[in-house]
């Protein structure tokens, strides 16, 4: 069974997929109201759901006129995007931001589900028995490797 803030992320992407649209601005409660959840499950989706490293900017205005606007990040070339990526994961990328650049470029059909699996059990942390920050810095040269020979190699 999904939990709430698996719901959640799901509308907010289902919203963002429907006409092609690039942003979304949305009011925290009145989402919370539709879900009959907290206002702040919808910043703990937001936040952890919809970063940088799974290819959305936010923004938010606190107020009586606030709002939340989540924007997907579009690239015209596959290179483009994998060049930010590079760019994100050095010099030292965390296990959490990894996963989100690998789902990144699983949702963006630069990498297959097989593909996605065996980079995810690379770069785990238990295969990588290294004390931090070494672990991370480990990490950001296997993903940088990684995106290099995607960007370069076909």
């Known amino acids: 069974m999904r939990n709430i ?17 690039k942003t979304i601005e949305i009011k ?3 989402i919370a109201d ?4 907290v206002p ?17 900017i936010v923004e938010s205005k606190r ?15 596959d290179s483009d995007m994998i060049e930010e990526i590079m760019d994100m ?16 470029l699983l949702e963006s059909e630069i990498i297959t589900n097989r593909e996605a699996k065996i980079i995810q059990s690379i770069i785990d942390r238990e295969v990588l028995a290294f004390p931090l920050p070494l672990r991370d810095e480990v990490r950001s040269r296997i993903m940088t490797a990684l995106l290099f020979t995607l960007k370069y190699k076909s």
């Open 89 to 104: 994961v050095q010099p030292t990328v965390s296990q959490t931001a990894a996963l989100d650049v690998i789902t990144r």
């Open 34 to 37: 539709q879900f009959q959840c």
């Open 63 to 77: 107020g009586g006129g606030g709002y939340i606007r989540i924007s997907r990040i579009e690239h015209k070339k």
């Open 40 to 56: 702040s499950q919808i910043n703990y989706v937001i936040k952890t759901r919809f970063t940088v490293e799974k290819g959305y």
């Open 28 to 30: 925290r409660s009145e």
């Open 5 to 21: 803030s698996d719901i959640i992320e799901e509308y907010l992407k289902n919203i963002l997929n429907e006409d092609h649209q």
